[in-house]
């Protein structure tokens, strides 16, 4: 009974202390990899718990190898953009400007009724409402509505908010990293971005954290914290 109890407060520790790592998040808001490293902790850890013929230490090994490797993948998708849409995949807009995109829900493979079902849930019932409407990694509908069906704000009470105030911004610098697929597509080339950096002050993308520009053109940028 004594061996039992230890056993699992062994593992249930360590599982906890391995959770951790990936941060405070939600079962609907895991990554992919997150997802399957959660279910696979689950079932080595309940091995051992169960059958007391298992060494200990072969139920902890492979929990702290898959630790390892959750944190070495983690750490590779701060590093390399490509791996981290390789890895965790790509947000997807499936409403642009009141428009369903019916190409991007067959890519995602979201039917109609599960689009719906989001919408609902948001207590959203007309799609020409919906300005965005974009699929994150997660699974999750992020919705952004028209100005004039927006819940009401003291704000926006005594300053009504310009019919184009909705924008969805694109990430041309993301952690010093210059992501020149997204900077094309928003119709902007590198003379445009050395100019911007220029009026901040800033010589090269990597002295930037986060550069975005939306659909009317505003630019928003937020430079790279010195290390002390």
């Known amino acids: 009974m004594a061996t039992a109890f230890f056993r699992t407060i062994i593992l249930y520790l360590l599982l906890i202390a391995g ?26 850890a309940a091995v051992p718990m169960q059958d007391f013929g298992i060494p200990l230490i072969h139920g902890v090994i492979p929990i702290l190898t898959l630790l390892a490797l959750s944190t070495l993948l983690s750490y590779f998708s701060l590093c390399n953009v490509r791996f981290r849409s390789l890895a965790c995949g790509e947000p997807t807009i499936i409403i642009r400007n009141g428009k369903l995109l019916q190409d ?14 989001e919408l609902r849930q948001q207590s959203i019932c ?11 990694t997660s ?33 041309i610098i993301s952690d010093g990293r210059l992501l020149k697929e997204n900077l094309h ?11 911007q950096l220029k009026k901040a002050g800033i010589a090269r993308p990597g002295d930037v954290f986060l550069l975005t520009v939306d659909e009317v053109g505003q630019v ?3 430079k790279k914290e010195v290390d002390r």
């Open 104 to 117: 991007a829900m067959r890519h995602t493979r979201l039917t109609l009724d599960e689009l719906m079902e």
């Open 185 to 195: 597509h928003a119709g902007y080339e590198e003379n445009w971005l050395k100019a």
């Open 19 to 44: 959770l951790r790592l990936t941060g405070k998040r939600q079962i609907g808001e895991l990554e992919p990899t997150e997802l399957v490293l959660t279910m696979l902790l689950s079932d080595l």
């Open 220 to 222: 928003f940028l937020l």
């Open 139 to 171: 699974g999750q509908l992020s919705v952004l509505l028209y100005p004039q069906y927006q819940p009401l704000t003291p704000q926006t009470v005594t300053q009504p908010p310009a019919e184009d105030s909705v924008t969805l911004p694109t990430i």
């Open 126 to 136: 007309d799609l020409s409402t919906v300005k965005y409407a974009v699929l994150e």
